[in-house]
């Protein structure tokens, strides 16, 4: 008997608001529909009636997990457009801000999967850890969520005390090491979870433009962090973890993985973090001109590859700011990956895929 | 910053993606006469490169600029392009990676694609007005 079932956009099977329509015969699922808007408030559109400083404000808004990309992306567009060059201690301190975004995704996305595995003791674990990023994202910036750092030509606060942030990195590491890697990479419930479920192939996963964790997870390497250098990464050893299984163990894999390479990355910036200022100096009245043109900044989010252009009438308005998130392109993914599977196994087929509907919807 | 690798000019001219193009701010530009958006895309599929985006931009005379974005081994390659009568073919047929930014597209800027068999409202709800980002009431 075939089953037209409506989930969401506001159910408890699901971790964001979106409205998937699964269709069924018995307990298989056969095909998919996905609706998305839920969250749509404009901001392409807003960004477009702000200037360039309140743009940063507004960009930070876009996500409240991966809020510290938006803002760099924004400023590193901003920032080819006016020749501004941060110096060298700005763009470590980027790169801090950046692993320890991806550090405190990945554990919510680690406590978030393991919650839906059946491993809820995992999920306490993941989420004590992930407050200690946080301890350390405060400690920084002073905030928890949104954290304000990036500006254009630079960063707004200087981390004062490295070594405090290495403390914490030190028992992150320790944790990783004994607790999540073990499970994820090695306790046999959780294989049996999800070896086999929920495969994207490489092929639909390129067809499909996926980026990320996920895209990796399916066997396509790419990381803007790697292919295409921004901040300090060029300077930075670290590896980008790959799974050619395509299923749901895959990206519970690539996401421990990339936990252990963030510590790695975080220590040796930590560590080389070069002593000088931490802005580009602006003209006498502390204002910047933007010329007119087109400038385009990618980087690598806790979910894949961010993009901003940003075109500039050479008025202190910015003509045009687009925004393309990873959720926008690994989402309708979502489809490839439940058909076939069971109705039960779709909240964690689409909880690995790393849903972010503020993100997406913008 | 990400950074123009030397000689790539001549990769694309011989990997058949034409003459003409320009490092410029973070992408690769090319603006080709009567570009087929199309027959490009099939190229960029066969060359294995990924869809990212496609970012439209409002012009004076009323249509759309439509800068078609695609990594190509790292390199973020554009196609700059324009709407006519603010309709432009769809190549959501040849990658579906296309079909949300088309949809999303038609939404924010009220382009028409042509040759889809459905667009339905991504971010929108049905029988919602299209052209988010043309609307002109907030005083700039």
């Known amino acids: 008997m075939s089953f037209r079932i409506p989930i969401g956009p506001y159910h408890p099977a699901l971790e964001e608001p979106y409205k998937l329509e699964l269709l069924c015969d018995g307990e298989t699922v056969r095909d998919a529909v996905m609706n998305i808007g839920f969250n749509f408030r404009g901001i392409e559109y807003l960004a477009e009636r702000r200037n360039y400083l309140q743009g940063i404000t507004l960009v930070e808004r876009v996500c409240g997990i991966c ?58 674990t993941c989420f004590t850890l992930r407050e200690r990023v946080m301890d350390a994202l405060s400690t920084i910036s002073g905030n928890r969520v949104n954290y304000g750092m990036n500006c254009i030509g630079g960063v707004n606060r200087d981390i004062a005390d490295p070594q405090a942030v290495l403390n914490i990195l030190d028992e992150l590491e320790r944790e990783i090491g004994h607790t999540i890697l073990p499970i994820f990479l090695h306790d046999r419930s959780v294989e049996a979870r999800c070896k ?27 990381d803007m962090r790697k292919a295409a250098p921004y901040c300090a990464y060029d300077r930075i050893e670290f590896s980008v973890p790959v799974e050619t299984t395509c299923d749901v163990r895959a990206r519970l894999v690539v996401h421990a993985l ?13 560590r080389a973090l070069p002593a000088g200022p931490i802005c580009a100096k602006t003209s006498s009245a502390g204002r910047f001109k933007v010329p007119a043109g087109t400038a385009i900044s990618r980087a690598e989010a806790p979910r894949g590859e961010v993009l901003y252009q940003i075109t500039s009438d050479g008025t202190d308005i910015p003509s045009r700011v687009r925004v393309r998130t990873p959720t926008f392109m690994n989402m309708a993914t979502v489809r490839h990956a439940v058909i076939g599977q069971e109705l039960a196994d779709s909240p964690l087929i689409q909880a690995s895929c790393d849903p972010c509907y503020s993100c997406t919807d913008r | 910053m990400n950074t123009a690798p030397e000689n790539f000019v001549q990769t694309l001219h011989e990997s058949g993606l034409g003459d003409g193009w320009e490092w410029k701010n973070g992408s690769w530009w090319i603006t080709p006469e009567a570009m087929d958006v199309r027959a490009t895309a099939a190229r960029m599929i066969s060359l294995e490169a990924r869809f990212v985006a496609i970012t439209a931009v409002e012009r004076e005379d009323k249509e759309i600029r439509l800068d078609y974005q695609w990594d190509w081994n790292g390199q973020l390659l554009s196609f700059t392009t324009a709407t006519t009568e603010q309709r432009i073919p769809t190549i959501a ?18 382009v028409e694609f042509t040759g889809r068999e459905s667009t339905e409202p991504l971010m929108t709800r049905a029988g919602d007005p299209i052209g988010i980002n043309l609307r002109k009431e907030a005083v700039k």
Not at chain 1, 70 to 82: I, K
Not at chain 1, 258 to 270: F, G, N, P, Y
């Open chain 1, 196 to 222: 086999g479920v929920g495969i994207l192939t490489t092929e639909q996963a390129r067809a499909m433009g996926a980026v990320g964790p996920l895209a990796r997870a399916s066997g396509i390497g790419q």
């Open chain 2, 93 to 110: 047929d040849l990658t579906p990676a296309a079909d949300w930014a088309e949809r999303e597209t038609r939404e924010y800027f009220a």
């Open chain 1, 258 to 270: 990339e936990m252990v390479e963030s510590c790695h990355i975080l220590r040796q910036a930590l």
């Open chain 1, 67 to 124: 809020s510290n990309v938006h803002s760099l992306s924004y400023c590193q567009a901003v920032e080819q457009l006016t020749g501004a060059e941060p110096p060298e201690r700005a763009l470590y301190i980027r790169v801090i801000l950046a692993e320890l975004e991806r550090l405190h995704s990945h554990f919510l996305w680690s406590g978030v999967a393991a919650k839906l595995i059946g491993f809820k003791t995992i999920f306490m």
